[in-house]
């Protein structure tokens, strides 16, 4: 439960599934929340208890204080491994999987070694495309799963071509987004002043392309005859210091800024000329929906899976090739020199947000509960 798109959502998703009184919800974690704004969320549910099974996480974060008694790395690294197994034997005896009448397991397969001996009916979110699964070595667990549930219709037709013998145990399930909420902490959020491109998320240097963002971004300064439009990068992960070394030695370097992570970056997405998504592949970019319930218009890498059936095949945002920093920046010097009709992407965005309502979403997950409990 970190700052994320898919913690975002679990949250979402949960807010919304409180108000059926005829569920009894309860987490399990693989880690204890440290997030303040996602522990404070958790203070407000008392009525949802909170199991944590083992710590995955990194090197010893939570296992450091005991294990000063133990110098060397390798030694560390067995008692670290005896604690996961202990904690797995602890979690399958658990009242929490004894109790329950269905399981989800919300994030990519996540928890298949606790799951795989527990005969309750189990249902997984993959929050990608159905080629993470093979990528990640997920492919063979995907069989202790009764349903698996894809963000978009691109992830269903994908795992139907994949995984043939599952196609009947696949359901499409867009996130929920709160507009009412995005739009009120937006009037509170931070703001940038002047005019400025925005792409809000994680530095992963695996799914996230930001040097290209970046190429992009100082191309169009170039070419636009170095403007007074920033770029802002909010997010923070392991690619920061790389990204910001990159940045160092470019002529547009003090026109780039590094925001870092925000609880609340919907101020800067509602003040941006438009926000931008250069990524490699995605589950359901929610970025980029909330972008259109703020009325901001969205650039977005046409990547598996989501951007193109977010954007309504580019009827409501534009649309680049992945890596591609010629047309992004040609995207952007549209934007900035107002020859692309903004007014036009953003209506077409906005009369197709309810697809992402929280209730649409909500009355899909209960039902497939039904489905199962049945």
């Not at 298949?112 to 159905?130: D, M, N, Q, Y």
């Amino acid at each position: 439960m970190v700052i994320g798109g898919v913690e975002n959502v679990l949250v979402n998703s949960l807010t919304e599934l409180l108000k059926n009184d005829n569920l009894d919800i309860a987490i399990a974690l693989h880690a204890p929340v440290r997030e303040p704004v996602h522990r404070a969320w958790l203070d407000a549910h008392p009525e949802i208890p909170t199991y944590v099974y083992y710590p995955l996480c990194n090197w010893f974060e939570d296992l450091q204080k005991y294990c000063r008694a133990f110098p060397l790395k390798p030694l560390r690294k067995i008692v670290f491994s005896l604690y996961k197994k202990y904690r797995r034997v602890i979690s399958r005896r658990n009242k929490i999987m004894r109790r329950a009448d269905v399981i989800i397991d919300y994030k990519n397969i996540s928890f298949f070694k606790e799951l795989r001996s527990v005969p309750t009916p189990r249902i997984t979110w993959v929050h990608g495309p159905a080629k993470y699964l093979r990528d990640n070595g997920l492919a063979p667990h995907v069989n202790i799963y009764n349903h698996i549930v894809g963000l978009t219709d691109d992830f269903v037709n994908e795992f139907r071509r994949d995984f043939p013998e599952y196609r009947g145990r696949v359901t499409r399930i867009y996130n929920p987004i709160d507009g009412d909420k995005i739009r009120a902490m937006a009037v509170h959020g931070a703001r940038h002043p002047g005019r400025y491109f925005c792409q809000v998320s994680r530095l992963d240097p695996v799914q996230k392309d930001i040097p290209t963002l970046i190429r992009a971004f100082n191309m169009f300064w170039a070419a636009a005859g170095t403007p007074d439009v920033d770029l802002l990068i909010v997010g923070n992960g392991s690619q920061m210091a790389e990204l910001k070394q990159m940045v160092a030695d470019l002529p547009c370097a003090r026109h780039i800024v590094f925001v870092g992570a925000t609880p609340n970056p919907y101020g800067y997405m509602a003040g941006a000329m438009a926000t931008i998504l250069a990524t490699r592949y995605e589950g359901l970019p929610t970025v980029l929906i909330e972008s259109a319930v703020l009325g901001t218009p969205c650039i977005s890498a046409d990547c598996p899976n989501g951007p193109r059936e977010i954007l309504m095949n580019g009827r409501a945002g534009l649309l680049f090739d992945v890596g591609d920093a010629v047309k992004l920046a040609t995207h952007m010097t549209g934007i900035w020199q107002n020859t692309v009709n903004t007014r036009q992407l953003i209506d077409t965005a906005s009369q197709n947000l309810d697809r992402f309502a929280p209730d649409a979403a909500a009355s899909q997950i209960t039902h497939l509960i039904k489905e199962y409990i049945k």
